[in-house]
């Protein structure tokens, strides 16, 4: 069953937090400290007991807000120094070893504290540095992190500036311990901003970024990206920077406004013998809900993240959001809304794709309204959703930048039973393509509540256009015209055509007699419903008027295409307003 209902309410503008703080959370012992070399990584030294005096480029984790040295110039002898040092020492302390369970215990303990604010005020010269400015400041790749010789994979760091106010704990594990990477203003170039300069030395990191060598075994791409609340992205070969995921969403576009949680710790866990996975861990937190996170991200034609999460409530959630997806979508070929753009369409994503506990495939057009739209599919179990990019002709989009026809999809593969709920689309009226105005998300029947717990398990898949999760044809085109009006007897009217193509189509066009599409509204008269072989795009394309015979102000629509009684088609299906 599908519901659909529109807000037609000004949508409140918040500032979004992006970010997460950091906190001192290991209190057993002491954790080693570690910066990125060229080459091989360095030496570690290993942290004296508190009772005796730390060596001078080693420290005890410690809070965000407290000052860590800057590593930048720290040489070869030096580190071995401080190691040599610190073995002198009567009451060494021994390494703090990772164990999964301990970011669990962190954020269960986490949730019974008061919730403290993790943005932190940056520099006047970070603070004012537009997306543009911000984006000049580049980790150095020749510092990147993890031994080449052991793994593909690299990691870099992302400064705090402009937006990303919120100081983030980053930790490697390497052969099972601990080590805090302290911040170092050293391993970036500050571009044209002119900040080189500046002491930076009490801040920390924004986030982080995985590379791999995905387009062939010299390269060195992205791979994925956690920067901002409980943002990241996902790439596969062949794809560029596009849509992105979130941890969880709490609350978005509800009558009290949007609660975004953020990640405030990461762990990332060194790959070896030449692993084709590598696992992060993450400590999430808001004001009503914390949560660890376990992301086993593994490279590929369509990468892939095998998601766990664990999330305890501080207090009860009206509406819990798992696996978001946010995407773009500023016009399309539809033309629903007109801007004065060289390009033909401009978005990340173009549709939502649902396969429901049914086994029904539903496809669902995006679009930018006018209002605020949100769109509710009731269901039990799902079996997976995503919002794809389908539209993968460059021409269509013209766009040399952006590269829209090579941006990733996304689909969500829940694990385990899912229960009752439902998978709600918000669509945010934008007037431009720098806000993702898109958001899908599975909602549980059952609301959190304070002190309750949540186990969740799923995978996010970066695809293409999707073609390969079923096997029927697609809804590929969504035109739509407005019709004038015939006459008294006649209500002002619209048309639609679609294009449907893919699967066996093609070969049950040969008896298009016997092809029919069935088209339903819930609400309205569907009238000259047409179905025409279509040689120029393959498939078929499919006409049908809609015409408003009461005082309805809104109608449900539905399509698919079948032979004789066979469905060949996934289920077109959109909300219209009069």
Do not use: C
């Amino acid at each position: 069953m599908t519901q659909h209902f529109q807000q037609h309410s000004k949508l409140p503008l918040r500032r979004v937090l992006l970010g997460a703080a950091a906190s001192a959370l290991i209190t057993i012992g002491g954790t080693a400290r570690i910066h990125a070399q060229e080459n091989n990584p360095a030496p570690i030294p290993q942290m004296a007991d508190e009772s005796a005096p730390a060596p001078d480029n080693a420290s005890a984790q410690t809070a965000p807000t407290e000052q860590t040295a800057d590593t930048s110039a720290v040489s070869e002898d030096s580190v071995e120094n401080a190691v040599s040092d610190a073995q002198k020492q009567p009451n060494v302390s021994k390494p703090v070893m990772f164990d999964p369970a301990m970011v669990t215990d962190l954020a269960r303990n986490l949730a019974k504290q008061p919730f403290e604010n993790p943005h932190r005020e940056l520099p006047e010269a970070l603070s004012a540095l537009s997306a543009e400015d911000y984006a000049e400041i580049r980790f150095k790749s020749q510092r990147a992190f993890f031994n080449p010789a052991e793994t593909d994979f690299s990691l870099e760091l992302y400064h705090q500036g402009s937006m990303y106010d919120v100081p983030i704990t980053i930790n490697l594990v390497r052969n099972g311990e601990i080590q805090v990477i302290p911040f170092s203003a050293g391993l970036f170039d500050f571009g044209k901003t002119g900040l080189s300069g500046n002491d930076f030395s009490t801040l920390n990191y924004a986030g982080f970024g995985l590379k791999y060598p995905l387009s062939d075994v010299t390269s060195n791409d992205e791979l994925t990206r956690f920067l901002g609340a409980s943002y990241f992205r996902l790439q596969g070969q062949g794809q560029s920077i596009g849509q992105m995921a979130r941890g969880l969403a709490v609350d978005l576009a509800g009558p009290t406004g949007e609660e975004i949680p953020v990640f405030r710790e990461f762990w990332i866990v060194e790959p070896k013998d030449g692993s084709n996975t590598i696992t992060v861990y993450a400590l999430l937190d808001s004001a009503r809900v914390t949560g660890a996170y376990q992301f086993d991200i593994t490279p590929g034609t369509r990468s892939h993240a095998d998601i766990k999460t664990h999330l305890f409530f501080r207090d009860g959630v009206e509406k819990i959001g798992i696996a978001p997806l946010n995407g773009m979508f500023l016009f399309g070929e539809q033309r629903r809304r007109y801007f004065d753009d060289y390009r033909g369409e401009v978005h990340s994503s173009d549709g939502l794709l649902i396969n429901n506990g049914r086994g029904e495939w539903l496809w669902r057009p995006l679009d930018n309204p006018q209002h605020l739209q949100m769109s509710s599919f009731l269901d039990e179990n799902p079996i997976g959703f995503g919002l794809l990019q389908r539209d993968r002709n460059f021409d269509h989009y013209q766009d040399l930048d952006k590269r829209f026809d090579q941006q990733p999809g996304y689909w969500v593969t829940p694990k385990g039973k899912w229960g009752k709920g439902h998978i709600e689309l918000v669509e945010i009226p934008s007037p431009s393509e720098t806000n993702d105005n898109i958001v899908a998300y599975w909602v549980p029947e059952t609301k959190p509540v304070a002190g309750g717990e949540m186990q969740v398990e799923y995978s996010v898949t970066a695809t293409r256009d999707g073609t390969g999760l079923h096997g029927m044809a697609q809804a590929t085109d969504t035109r739509i015209q407005r019709m004038k009006t015939g006459g008294d007897e006649d209500r002002s009217g619209t048309r639609f055509v679609l294009n449907f193509a893919g699967g066996d189509l093609d070969y049950f066009t040969k008896d298009a007699k016997n092809l029919r599409a069935d088209v339903s509204a819930s609400q309205g008269e569907i009238r000259n419903v047409r179905i025409l072989p279509d040689p120029e795009n393959g498939g078929v394309r499919v006409i049908f008027d809609l015409v408003n015979t009461s005082d309805a102000t809104s109608s449900n629509l539905r399509a698919f295409i079948l032979y004789q009684d066979k469905v060949l088609s996934e289920t077109w299906t959109m909300p219209w307003a009069f």
